[in-house]
């Protein structure tokens, strides 16, 4: 199994306090990677960097495609996700609430759609060929919400759905602008058991179904054990360890962070 | 040489009475985070009580030290009460409102007050004869003489005096203290016992009071205000206080007396009638390229 | 309702009195006139008892009302209900007014003073409409638009006095220009947060006031241009007397002169460019571009993490807003005749904004509301120019503290997956 992303070295400073320390991990390809640890660990920081929020103070971030390998630190802001396709949601959902969730699903196709009414022009003409466009967008929308079951709320606006649904909501919301790699920041976050079950389900289905790599930050252990190929443990900024769900389980050092050493 | 020495007196001047407007921006932008657009024109009231009640006193014969006492602290008392008020009406309700509303309403409210001076006051400006005249002279021998007049001198010192009590006030005592407590973390600060809401009242109060005084000032040394004054001095008392790093006290008084030699120099060596355009532009390029200011604090948002 | 309630709203209007003193009394109670070279005080204690008794009397009924626990919502039941009804029947009333305001002309009562009243009134709705793209749906709060509305009328002016063009050439060269600021304008400054980004957008339109009435050479200062051509009817002049080889409109037309012919033809024009503007902005509504506004004022870190990009998309609004401010600039200058820079102060910029934000940020209709109202009842009542104002300024107040949303806020999608419902 291939990479998608390595991460080499990878270090934040703010100011005199060290977020991360010479971080390095790789995450492969069709695969769910969780990046757990005690709180204050670094885990969001990471993300941070990788989606073009913090700049590095030091180390590289790759990202591996088909046409080449393409390095993170140069995308900020908003090409992280145009370019480099890399997708993200966000601790505090950041879904657009006035709006109906069927636009939610079509403002992220905008680039295309953009193109496609050849910057506002054919769309102000209502030329056949942005109509046609617009449709394919909405017909996938509707393909995303028919997979998380709320095809039938398509024009309610978004801040009205229950927690869980707006969860799914921006989840599917993301993978609409066709990522290479999903980072999801604490999904489960607030979701009752059936909620994180159904959570699972849909992120199996996109590693498996739509060959995205998913990289995880997660305190819910039963979605890191139930779904993750790859943990990397993090604590105080370091790695303490690297390997499967099981292994993480098991691992002394892994237990100690969580729990604290026997005196 | 010499008239850069005047230029320098006279910008230290205007520099002193903007610095004391920018200091009620940046508390009440430290504390509930919105830029009180209405304070210009508080100066502006207290410009317009500090008039009135030197006619008043005028009319007796209470000896002038007196009535400068007098007249500062009557303005601070009515024009605190504006603050309040202010406050009270059109900001407190909207503590939780989407971005832009407690901006809009103090447009609105900005609108009421002028207008409401006008009506109130009549829209013509208001002349008054110097109280405070005579000063000294420096270089008698060159071809310009500079002078630093007694006033000159008064609203510098009045300033220093005032910017210490309250940085005093600021630093060593408990509202200081649960100001910079609000600033950081209102709900916390109230789980730990501090009357948020009185807290902010006294900020306005305190800014309100000092906007008077910079008013009281404006009416000696210009002799003449009307109901529109506010608006120019509060941009540029806005832009001080952005220059100097919002949020920032000692920082505000930095910004006034930067802004109070940039307008002066500018209309002294380049150009006068373009004198509130340097203002304006200072403060675009400002806010693009140094929106922490000076000495304030960077504002990251958190994702 | 308890006694000790009682005696509670009893102190706390005592209370109000005393601040109402304080505030009134100074300002209100000694009012200063001009005598010779110096002031004296009129005491005007008359009126500020009686604005005291109103602000202890309201206070007290206010204290009332919610000791009884009953809220005063009616202003807000009353806009819900008002804005329910409007966004039922959009369709029905957007026809009527349409229709109503095509056959305006020529109604019995619409004089020359109502001809003057409803282009005025036609010409903020579509300053309205033009600044609702920048405010209403991009959510970027421009306090110096009237700055968009002065380079469209000076180019205008310019272009048309220097050259000599036709209406229908300097119009868009107009717009043009005004794009040009905007995105000269917005460049630099669209990365600025809400507030900063309207302080700065505040500075721009009194730079530019200044600019006009200083830089003689080329606005004429304070002066103003003069001899604005007036329109023609695509080429029939609106004269008494024609020049030599050139017919008139009523002689083309087999009528007798009226200045009139004139004024229905500017209220025409108007008419057909806040239409077409209003047009403009429901369909950009729904393209991608129009979306992406809403969404950038929902959530601007939500809109980079899916790559939109928001300068680009910010830059779009203001010129295109920008755009529209220059087209009513030019229909300003041709139909004055004559401009000065005072017709471009700041109050300008706030009125459009009051009107944008009355209406209820992003709806049409309510633009149109919110400007026959503010300027249509106030021009009424031109005597008390003031004291307009004052409601004027309150009235953004009160709406901000009691329905910030504006008074017809009410969002439809701009796209639906089911189709109508009803």
Redesign the interface.
């Known amino acids: 199994m291939s990479n998608l992303l390595s991460v080499e070295n990878l270090t934040m400073k703010f100011g005199g306090l060290t977020a991360i320390d010479d971080l390095s991990f790789d995450a492969k390809n069709n695969q769910i990677t969780s990046i757990i640890g005690p709180n204050g660990a670094g885990k969001?920081t990471v993300f941070?960097c990788l989606t073009g929020?913090y700049k590095p103070t030091n180390g590289q971030m790759f990202l591996h495609r088909e046409d080449g390998k393409i390095s993170l630190r140069k995308y900020t802001d908003f090409k992280i996700a145009y370019v480099a396709k890399v997708a993200r949601t966000?601790q505090n959902i950041r879904l657009f609430p006035a709006m109906s969730v069927l636009e939610n699903l079509l403002v992220a196709q905008h680039n295309e759609l953009m193109v496609a009414s050849g910057y506002s022009l054919f769309g102000l003409l209502n030329l056949k060929t942005y109509r046609d466009k617009e449709q394919l967008a909405v017909d996938k929308a509707k393909y995303w919400l028919d997979i998380i079951g709320l095809t039938h709320r398509a024009d309610d606006n978004a801040g009205d759905l229950p927690y869980g649904d707006q969860r799914k909501l921006e989840i599917v919301r993301a993978m609409c602008i066709e990522p290479r790699l999903l980072c999801l920041d604490e999904p489960a976050a607030g979701l009752n058991p059936k909620e994180s079950a159904e959570l699972n389900k849909l992120l199996k289905f996109i590693k498996t179904e739509k060959q995205t790599g998913i990289l995880l930050i997660e305190h819910d252990m039963s979605v890191v054990m139930g779904i993750s190929d790859h943990v990397v443990v993090l604590n105080y900024g370091k790695k303490i360890f690297e390997g499967t769900a099981d292994q993480t389980k098991n691992s002394k050092e892994v237990i100690e962070a969580y729990l604290g050493v026997d005196e | 040489m010499e008239y850069f020495i005047q230029q320098l007196v006279n910008g230290i001047t205007l520099g002193s009475i903007y610095g004391l407007i920018a200091i009620g921006y940046t508390m009440v932008y430290g504390i509930i985070g919105?830029?009180n657009f209405a304070h210009g024109d508080i100066f502006m009231?207290g410009a317009?009580?500090a008039?009135?009640?030197f006619?008043?006193f005028g009319l007796t014969g209470v000896a002038l030290p007196i009535i400068l006492l007098l007249v500062l602290l009557i303005a601070m008392?009515?024009t605190a009460?504006?603050g309040?008020?202010v406050e009270k009406?059109?900001y407190k309700?909207?503590r939780g409102?989407?971005?832009?509303?407690?901006?809009?309403?103090a447009?609105?409210?900005?609108?009421?007050?002028?207008?409401?001076?006008?009506?109130?006051?009549?829209?013509?400006v208001?002349?008054?004869?110097p109280l405070i005249s005579g000063g000294l002279e420096f270089f008698k021998n060159s071809d310009f003489i500079v002078t630093v007049s007694y006033l000159q001198i008064f609203i510098v010192i009045l300033t220093i005096i005032l910017m210490g009590i309250f940085t005093y006030l600021i630093t060593k005592t408990d509202l200081g203290r649960a100001q910079r407590a609000c600033e950081q973390d209102r709900t916390m600060t109230a789980l730990l016992g501090i009357n948020v809401d009185r807290t902010i009242s006294i900020t306005f109060i305190i800014g309100s009071s000092l906007a008077s005084v910079a008013g009281m000032m404006f009416v000696l040394y210009y002799g003449v205000i009307d109901f529109y004054i506010g608006?120019l001095a509060g941009?540029k008392a806005?832009t001080a206080a952005?220059l100097g790093g919002i949020g920032s006290l000692p920082g505000a008084m930095l910004g006034g007396l930067l802004i109070g030699l940039i307008e002066t120099f500018w209309a002294g060596y380049v150009s006068l009638?373009?004198k509130?355009?340097a203002a304006?532009?200072v403060?675009?390029v400002v806010?693009?390229f140094f929106?922490t200011g000076f000495l304030g604090k960077p504002d990251i948002?958190k994702? | 309702m308890e006694k000790k309630d009682i005696i509670q709203s009893f102190k706390d209007s005592l209370f109000t009195g005393l601040?109402a003193l304080?505030?009134f009394?100074?300002?209100?109670g000694?009012?200063?006139?001009?005598k010779g070279?110096?002031?004296?005080?009129t005491p005007q204690w008359g009126v500020v008892f009686l604005l005291v008794g109103l602000c202890i009397l309201g206070r007290f009924l206010i204290n009332l009302n919610s000791a009884r626990k009953t809220e005063i919502t009616f202003f807000s039941k009353f806009t819900s209900k008002f804005s329910a009804i409007t966004e039922d029947k959009a369709k029905h009333f957007a026809i009527t007014a349409i229709l109503f305001a095509a056959v305006f002309p020529f109604l019995p009562f619409t004089d020359r003073y109502f001809m003057d009243v409803a282009i005025m009134i036609l010409t903020y709705i579509m300053l309205g409409w033009g600044l609702n793209i920048v405010v209403g749906l991009a959510?970027l709060?421009d306090?110096g638009y009237v700055a968009f509305y002065a380079v469209g009328a000076y180019s205008y002016a310019l272009i048309a006095t220097t050259f000599g063009w036709s209406f229908w050439i300097c119009l868009p060269l107009a717009g043009v220009f005004a794009a040009f600021f905007g995105i000269l304008l917005g460049f630099?400054?669209l990365r600025?947060r809400?507030?900063?980004l309207?302080?700065?957008t505040?500075?721009?339109g009194?730079?530019i006031r200044?600019?006009l009435?200083?830089w003689y050479e080329v606005t004429n200062g304070p002066d103003g241009i003069t001899g604005i051509p007036r329109p023609s009817f695509f080429g029939l002049p609106f004269k008494r007397s024609p020049d030599e080889g050139e017919t008139s409109f009523h002689l083309f037309f087999n009528l007798e002169y009226s200045t009139m012919h004139r004024i229905v033809f500017l209220y025409y024009l108007i008419l057909v460019l806040a239409l077409i503007t209003n047009y403009f902005t429901l369909k950009i509504r729904k393209l991608p571009v129009g979306r992406a506004w809403e969404a950038l004022r929902e959530d601007e870190?939500a809109c980079k993490s899916l790559g939109v990009n928001p300068t680009n998309t910010k830059l779009t609004a203001f010129a295109i807003g920008a755009m529209f401010g220059g087209f009513a600039g030019s229909f300003f200058a041709t139909r004055q005749a004559f401009i000065s820079p005072e017709s471009f102060t700041?109050?300008e910029s706030?009125i459009i904004?009051?009107i944008v934000?009355l209406g209820g940020m992003g709806s049409q209709t309510g633009v149109v509301l919110a400007s026959i109202f503010l300027i249509g009842i106030t021009e009424m009542f031109r005597d008390l120019e003031?004291?307009r104002?004052?409601a004027?300024?309150?009235?953004?107040?009160l709406i901000?503290?009691f329905k910030?949303k504006g008074i017809l806020a009410n969002r439809k999608p701009t796209i639906l997956m089911h189709g109508d419902k009803k």
């Open positions: 969001t941070n929020f966000f | 919105m830029i009231i317009f009580v008039l009135i009640s006619i008043i008392l009515f009460c504006y309040w008020t009406l059109a309700p909207l409102s989407f971005r832009l509303a407690p901006l809009i309403s447009l609105g409210m900005s609108i009421v007050l002028q207008n409401y001076v006008q009506v109130a006051q009549g829209a013509r208001k002349p008054m004869q608006f941009i806005f952005v009638e373009y509130d355009v304006f532009s403060l675009i806010l693009i929106p948002e994702v | 601040i304080a505030l009394g100074p300002i209100v000694l009012r200063t006139a001009s070279e110096g002031l004296f005080i959510g709060l306090l630099p400054v600025l809400g507030d900063y309207a302080i700065v505040l500075g721009f009194e730079i200044i600019i009435i200083n870190i700041f109050i706030a904004v009051a934000v003031q004291y104002m004052i004027f300024g309150g009235a953004m107040v901000m503290v910030p």
